[in-house]
């Protein structure tokens, strides 16, 4: 069975950082792009950035370059979303999710989410 | 960038309607056009891929249409679980989502 599991939820102060996790098990996790969704509280779904874990190219949207860095490590099959100094406006819900196979492939699974509050 | 609108933004339906929610890209896409179901709490779920291919294990009420920058989700008969926000994503060109539409029971 294909799962994302996600590390815990986290509270941080505003210029701390953080890097949180994306376990995946059940299938190759080297074959399949990781990326990374932001929801900020009652809003809607922000895409973050993408990677590939065989080869680590990632791919940010302009929105995020710059802000985040993700990076993954394919022998622990896990993929990673790090910032260097948190913002009280980074508070969000953040979910990795697969992108499926093929072309055209949608994200076909997701982790159960993390939810990173930065507040002082 | 690609932009990505859905319209309605809300929309009120009881058990048992078909409804129908459009999405429209900035720029042609083609085909490459995702939507989700996000219930409160939870992760959101694939449930069309490639703008008209129906994912693996989701009922077949739910269908897509539509290429170029014109596309629509239809739910042909609206169930109690069906009630949640839906969101479009482009996939032709990095990823973008829709700004979502809430569906809620009449």
């Known amino acids: 069975e294909v799962q994302l599991v996600q590390s815990g939820g986290e509270v941080k102060k505003p210029g701390e950082s953080l890097k949180i996790s994306c376990k995946g098990s059940?299938?190759?996790?080297?074959?399949?792009?990781i990326g990374w969704v932001r929801q900020m509280p009652g809003k809607g779904l922000e895409w973050m950035g993408i990677?590939?874990?065989?080869?680590?190219?990632?791919r940010y949207s302009p929105s995020f370059q710059g802000q985040v860095i993700i990076s993954a490590d394919k022998s622990m099959s896990t993929a990673y979303l790090q910032w260097s100094s948190l913002k009280a406006s980074d508070t969000a819900m953040y979910y990795c999710?697969?992108?499926?196979?093929?072309?055209?492939?949608?994200?076909?699974?997701w982790g159960q989410g993390a939810l990173v509050t930065v507040s002082s | 960038d690609i932009q990505m609108t859905q319209s309605p933004s809300s929309l009120s339906a009881s058990v048992g309607d078909r409804v129908t929610i459009t999405c429209r890209a900035s720029?042609?896409?083609?085909?490459?056009l995702n939507w989700y179901q996000q219930k409160p709490g939870k992760a959101p779920n694939l449930l069309i891929y490639?703008?008209?291919s129906l994912q693996s294990g989701v009922p077949s009420r739910f269908s897509g249409s539509g290429s170029g920058t014109d596309f629509t989700l239809t739910i042909s008969s609206l169930q109690p679980e069906d009630f949640a926000t839906f969101y479009c994503?482009?996939?032709?060109?990095?990823?973008?989502f829709g700004q979502g539409t809430k569906l809620e029971i009449k």
């Open positions: 990677i590939h874990p065989g080869g680590s190219q990632t």
């Open positions: 059940g299938y190759n996790f080297s074959n399949y792009w």
């Open positions: 999710a697969r992108r499926g196979p093929g072309d055209h492939g949608g994200s076909d699974y």
């Open positions: 720029h042609s896409i083609t085909t490459y």
């Open positions: 994503q482009q996939s032709y060109s990095g990823y973008t």
């Open positions: 490639a703008a008209s």
